[in-house]
């Protein structure tokens, strides 16, 4: 699986972009970086949007892809697919009509550009190119899902989006190998208390998590770190050891 890294960070400054993943040019996770990042060539790939929850910095490409595909020659629905709270909240805050246009019915009320379906924590959907992906919640601040993605392979990647320390997520994947784990650090371990309550990692943090997990994955990539606090993050991260752990970096591809 190749996935292209749109965006991985926890904030947006000039060269930092909020997470977006792309799989296979046709899946993403997570819409922060999208039309600024894509050409309207790679935008018409998209067919699914899997949202971890409804955080701005998470969602705020989907208006503006809807808008550009709406003019696009060969037009087609996109699926945007998270767990019920989060679709509901998607429906009732930014696809109201109030501040954007509700492209869940335009061009027309049968087939609008946008499509919003729900899946429930732990169901699977199958997507093209036969991937199949499974979300299991996680630790937030509000209702938050990552996404478990296998391939026809077997091979495995779990996205977590954001999220704070969690048993019951790391016993439901006790018995899978995940050879591929994105999973955030925002905060230095001095912030820890701001992480917890917030729902987010530390280095210290995402040390106990990885601890909790079953089989070590063969990569591990950290992703929406806070810029302004990257250089004590980094020093903290190497002062684990963890040779297969690395820094996700916007506008790299990484294969699992
Ligand atoms: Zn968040
Ligand atoms: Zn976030």
């Not at 909240?89 to 049968?110: E, K, M, Q, Y």
């Amino acid at each position: 699986m190749k996935i292209r890294v749109l965006g991985c960070s926890g904030a947006e400054f000039p060269g930092h972009r909020p997470p977006s993943i792309l799989l296979n040019s046709k899946i993403l996770f997570d819409a922060g970086s999208l039309t600024n990042m894509l050409s309207l060539k790679d935008q018409l790939r998209i067919r699914y949007i899997f949202i971890t929850h409804t955080h701005l910095d998470h969602i705020m490409g989907i208006p503006f892809l809807a808008d550009n595909l709406i003019f696009g020659k060969k037009r087609h629905t996109v699926k945007i697919i998270s767990i019920p709270p989060v679709i509901r909240a998607i429906r009732r805050n930014i696809l109201d009509g109030s501040i954007w246009p509700d492209f869940t019915v335009l061009p027309d009320t049968h087939e609008g550009i946008l499509d919003l379906t729900e899946l429930k924590p732990g169901h699977s959907i199958e997507t093209d190119g036969g991937y199949t992906v499974v979300p299991y919640e996680v630790n937030h601040s509000v209702p938050a899902t990552g996404y478990l993605v296998e391939d026809k392979e077997k091979r495995r990647f779990f996205y977590a989006g954001d999220t704070g320390p969690s048993d019951i997520l790391w016993e439901k994947m006790r018995d899978r190998q995940i050879h591929c784990l994105i999973i955030e650090v925002s905060f230095p371990n001095g912030m820890e208390q701001i992480a917890l309550e917030t729902g987010h990692l530390t280095p210290r943090l995402l040390n106990k998590e990885l601890l909790k997990m079953g089989p070590q994955p063969e990569k591990i990539f950290i992703t929406h770190v806070k810029p302004q606090f990257f250089k004590t993050i980094r020093k903290e991260v190497e002062r684990m050891h963890i040779s297969s752990l690395k820094f996700l970096e916007g506008g790299k591809t990484i294969t699992v």
